[in-house]
């Protein structure tokens, strides 16, 4: 099992159209990993495609992805399922007779529920499975899917506003935690266990992290639904884990260079969080 970075940023990538701030135009300049694409993450071995934001067409290409055994999703915003049509361009064949590839894809119960009610995405599915291009599997509250020697284990995440899941993946003795984004109010339980790597979203920068300059005011009602950078360090201080990396960065004020710089300086001010880095995209890791 292996963990590859397709996309790290937020429902905003960067660079950003006909922004000229400092960020975006070195992003520009310089791809990555200074430009960062939408948020997904694939896992080698079972090939599972977690999330499929706008442009996972090129995201794919880029990574030189050659085969796809399962797409799922963590929740129904569009930054993480508005690419789901990639299924088209993964499997439909215009010759005649056509000979389609169907590709499982397996949606938590609870993410389910809200593909029925939000931007057609039942409809969607429901489409491309009579196309006979993908095969859609529920997967039950407290169930598991193993997908090539890797289990799959929904994770819900508690906000009630969202039927949101991160995902446990076990490979014999090997265990890794993703939870791509909507971690707020999310407290690690105890008995969780151990993971020998846990994929988290980073949170909001409310503080610059170098300068400690105020980047979100404290009455932006954006704090009442996305957890805090602060937060997040909370969990992660929570949770056991080997090593962990940060994603879904909402860092439109922060370059590569400063993530990079605020790694290090994390890591010697809090030691207790030397285990922690920011992801870039086409970043791999093995568990």
């Not at 993410?111 to 006979?132: M, N, T």
């Not at 969780?192 to 404290?218: C, D, K, Q, S, Y």
């Not at 805090?228 to 056991?240: C, G, I, K, S």
Request: hydrophobic letters at 40%; proline letters at 9%; aromatic letters at 6%.
């Amino acid at each position: 099992m292996r963990i590859e970075f397709l996309g790290t940023a937020s429902a905003l990538p960067i660079p950003r159209p006909t922004c000229d701030c400092r960020v975006c135009s070195e992003a520009r300049g310089r791809g990555v990993p200074y430009s960062r694409g939408g948020p997904s993450v694939f896992v080698h071995g079972p090939d599972l495609l977690i999330d499929t934001p706008e442009d996972i067409d090129p995201a794919l290409n880029r990574a030189g992805i050659r085969h796809i055994g399962a797409i799922t999703w963590s929740h129904w915003h569009p930054d993480h399922t508005a690419g789901s049509r990639v299924v088209e361009s993964l499997n439909m064949d215009l010759s005649w007779p056509p000979q389609y590839v169907c590709t499982p894809v397996y949606v938590p119960q609870a993410v389910r529920a809200d593909f029925d009610r939000f931007h057609g995405l039942a409809e969607r599915l429901a489409y491309h499975e009579k196309l006979g291009i993908i095969r859609e599997h529920i997967i039950p509250e407290g169930g598991s899917v193993t997908l090539d020697g890797v289990t799959l284990e929904p994770l819900r995440l508690p906000d009630p506003a969202i039927n949101a899941c991160g995902f446990i993946l076990t490979e014999g003795s090997t265990r890794v935690l993703i939870v791509p984004d909507e971690i707020l109010g999310w407290e690690p339980p105890a008995d969780l266990g151990h993971f020998n790597l846990a994929v988290l979203p980073a949170g909001i920068f409310e503080l610059h992290p170098l300068t400690g300059e105020r980047l979100i005011p404290a009455e932006h009602p954006i704090l009442e639904h996305e957890a805090t950078f602060t937060q997040v360090l909370d969990m992660v201080r929570a949770l056991h884990a080997d090593r962990v990396i940060l994603t879904h960065l909402l860092a439109h004020d922060t370059s590569y260079d400063d993530l990079m710089q605020a790694q290090r300086r994390l890591g010697q001010e809090a030691p207790e969080l030397r285990h922690v880095m920011f992801a870039f995209d086409r970043l791999s890791v093995m568990p």
